[in-house]
């Protein structure tokens, strides 16, 4: 047998696959500000719209270092969540806006971790709302469109969204919205809102929420609505009963309306100041749901905003049962995260080895008697494989005649699991082992 493998020589190039082992680990990553860290006039300075998400995921999609990426802007956070290969993200973050002292970054399991708190609602101003499920959705869509979430962030962040569902079923979080605690804080003025008043600005789906939320009442509030186009928003009238009307008349419904809630995307104030004290009669209450604010106010005036609003959780036993499960569901999405991430790691083995199996037939066709040899030499290669993998079953011994090919499918069964079970428990040190070992099989792949 030694005479034979010192003669036999098989020239290997390196393959394609070699370039795994030199570019480094992909990690997921978040990188943003949210209402825990950053004021409401510091979230404002990049409260995107969606020409501005477009724009910025392209650029953001032309850096070496990211893979895929999805944005999410919302009232109260602003965040990149990507796979990436560098810690690049926290400088890139700062240049496009983000205050430096308020961004977090969150990576691998704390990321998936921190995914799940804000899909069920728990890391949330308001606990338990849903309507960052909806605002994660088109976030995955838009990037999906734009080819920014392709492959391993879609199928992640696609069952994220699963689970956050289904943790929200086992545990009863309540679902509670914005609205809720809009309207408590007016009927704590006003016990019986039906002596109320309340001008509504914008038409968007902050606004339809507090309208369907109204719409439920008993006793409703005199209402009224003012907006850019109130052309395009006739139906409104209709729906809730409401009237509707252009900013020409904001300062006589605003003389004429105790309360104001006010939530639109415009970039300036809405109601400024100025005008406030132009008017004869000021409203008692304002609601400023917008980011960045809507409304020009001083430090003592009445006005509530987002992060006025909102309860601590009450519910430890709930919280803490969600929290539990949260990383439970953590635990198992890194590990396939990992998988995912190092499959071309195992499929660089996998083929490296089948490639060896398939030039060792083609060097024995002539050498037919041969073939007994050249089976003992691959189980001998996968001894020292398993070795190296701390595998403690031997591989199987070489058949009667088999087929060179079949029998390395074989042997490739248990180093094959034993790598998925290195990857998948995230040790970087083992995974570095274990890259070094491929590699070194790579680079000596000639027959000895």
Known sequence: ?????????????????????????????????????????????????????????????????????????????????????????????VGIGMPKHAIYLRKNRDAIDHILR?????????????EIVGQYKQAIQAAHKQHTCQKKLFGLLNRCIHLARTIRHQTNLKIESLAEHVFHRI?????????????????????????????????????ALVCRHPEQHRHLEETFGIHVAGTDDMSTLLATHQCVISATNSKGYVISNALRKSLKQQPKLYFDLAIPSDIEYDASENI????????????????????????????MLQQQLQLQEHADLIQSFRKRWLDEACRLTKVTSDHPEKKSEVLQLLHVKMQHIHKHLRITTAPDHPRRNPCITQYAKTLLHAPTLQIKTIVSQ???????????????????ANVQ
């Open 118 to 130: 804000t899909l069920t609602g728990l890391d949330s101003k308001i606990i338990g709302e849903t």
């Open 426 to 444: 995230g040790n970087k040190r083992a995974i570095q082992n274990l890259q070094s070992l491929l590699q070194q099989n790579v680079s000596n």
């Open 187 to 223: 009927t704590h003025e006003w016990p019986d809102i039906s002596q109320s008043s309340i001008l509504f600005i914008g038409a968007g789906h902050v606004i339809k929420q507090h309208l369907e939320r109204i719409n439920n009442m008993k006793n409703k509030p005199r209402c």
């Open 1 to 93: 047998m030694t005479n034979f493998a010192s003669n036999v020589k098989i020239t290997y190039h390196k393959p394609s696959y070699y370039r795994i082992f030199t570019v480094a680990t992909v990690e997921l990553m978040i990188a943003g500000i949210s209402h825990h860290t950053a004021r409401i006039d510091e979230r404002s300075a990049v409260a995107w719209n969606n020409t501005d998400i477009v724009n910025l995921r392209a650029t953001l999609n032309q850096q070496p270092w990211i893979s895929e990426h999805i944005i999410l802007a919302t009232c109260n956070r602003t965040e990149i969540i990507c796979l990436a290969s560098e810690h690049n993200l926290i400088d890139w973050c």
């Open 304 to 331: 509530y905003q987002l992060d006025d609003l909102g309860p601590k959780i009450t519910d430890q036993s709930t919280s803490s049962h969600t929290v539990m499960l949260i990383r439970q569901e953590a635990i």
